[in-house]
């Protein structure tokens, strides 16, 4: 294993020290238990937005936190969710008073721990709402969930519903918004390589050099299908395919078009697969509106790339070019 850290134990701890004395005007970090929090938090009268999920996928969450996207952030151990408690303690230090927005990725462990943390805030007089990520088209059912995993629609749901957030829009009524997103957008990814979770030292699961994972998740679930390595115009008509027929796009439709890479694929890469999704995206009669091409959902070091449509509306359009400074996304400021 080759990893530019100290102690494997000590890796989430240690980035999280590292996020606070790079961004001190961004965000705040607590400690025992670990939470990322905008630096103004709590915000009076605002309704605030927070996730939360294993680490290894940054720049999600922890790199998320900030004006006009979430107000907090929960970093669990490397591919394991946070705690309650951390979520609680998360959800009191951004409470503004006008309620709590949890945005949960589909996975057995959050959706538990999410749901602890919500009722203990309840009790306490906050008032929360939750919802669930599953926009993965890939499977049904995977080793960490009960239906559709949660992967690339986590990010633009946070970005839409921070927007709206900070608009002033009603605890409800960001929500709703979050449910509109997950419901219109759709994800599939793929893995060229496997990666090395650091407690564990060797490669989460073996994936010789001439074949790829097709629909595989964010933690190295096994995905649809194992293949010989193929062109990457290939690759990308095996995940735009399943992504347009399973939500009835029809012509016309506008779409933000989101190619993600896995932590392990250059640039380069990604773009020589956006061009081949945007010509498919046209020719099915969508108009690509929005994009955005990068590493905000990693796997640690596994090279591949998933992608994700979502289909647009003026309002979305208009939270989505809303202004937004986090250390992992920023604009308009």
Not at 86 to 92: C, G, R, S, V, Y
Not at 133 to 153: C, K, M, P, Q
Request: contains cysteine; hydrophobic residues 40%.
């Amino acid at each position: 294993m080759k990893k530019l850290i100290n102690k494997p134990e000590d890796v989430v701890r240690e980035e999280l020290e590292g996020i606070v004395v790079a961004h001190p005007d961004l965000v705040t970090v607590h400690f025992d238990p670990n939470y990322v929090i905008r630096a103004d938090a709590p915000v009076k009268g605002k309704a605030a937005v927070i996730s939360g999920g294993g680490s290894g996928h940054e720049p999600m969450h922890g790199g998320f936190v900030g004006v006009g996207m979430l107000d907090a952030a929960c970093p669990g151990a490397v591919f394991t969710s946070p705690t309650p408690d951390q979520m609680l303690e998360a959800t009191k230090a951004v409470n503004g008073g006008a309620g709590v927005l949890h945005i949960v990725k589909n996975y057995t462990g959050d959706i538990m721990n999410f749901e602890m943390a919500a009722d203990l805030a309840r009790s306490e007089g906050i008032e929360i709402e939750s919802v669930v990520i599953n926009d993965d088209v890939a499977v049904e059912d995977s080793l960490y969930t009960a239906g559709r995993r949660g992967v690339g629609t986590t990010v633009l749901a946070e970005k839409v519903c921070g927007a709206a957030a900070e608009a002033g829009r009603p605890i409800k009524e960001v929500a709703e918004l979050c449910r509109k997103v997950n419901g219109w957008g759709r994800s599939m990814g793929m893995a060229l390589t496997s990666c090395t979770v650091p407690h564990a030292g060797r490669p989460t699961f073996d994936l010789p050099e001439n074949e790829m994972e097709i629909g595989i998740g964010i933690h190295g679930e096994p995905g649809r299908k194992r293949l010989p390595l193929a062109s990457a115009d290939e690759i990308t008509a095996m995940l735009m395919e399943p992504i347009l027929g399973d939500l009835p796009y029809k012509a016309g439709d506008q779409v933000l078009l989101f190619v993600n890479g896995m932590g392990g694929t250059p640039l380069i890469e990604l773009y020589v697969v956006y061009r081949k999704a945007y010509e498919m995206a046209t020719k099915h009669g969508l108009k690509v509106a929005r994009n955005l091409i990068g590493p905000f959902i990693t796997s640690l070091e596994m090279a591949g790339m998933s992608i994700t449509l979502l289909k647009l509306d003026d309002d979305l359009i208009k939270l989505w070019d809303a202004p937004v400074k986090t250390p992992g996304l920023r604009w308009g400021m």
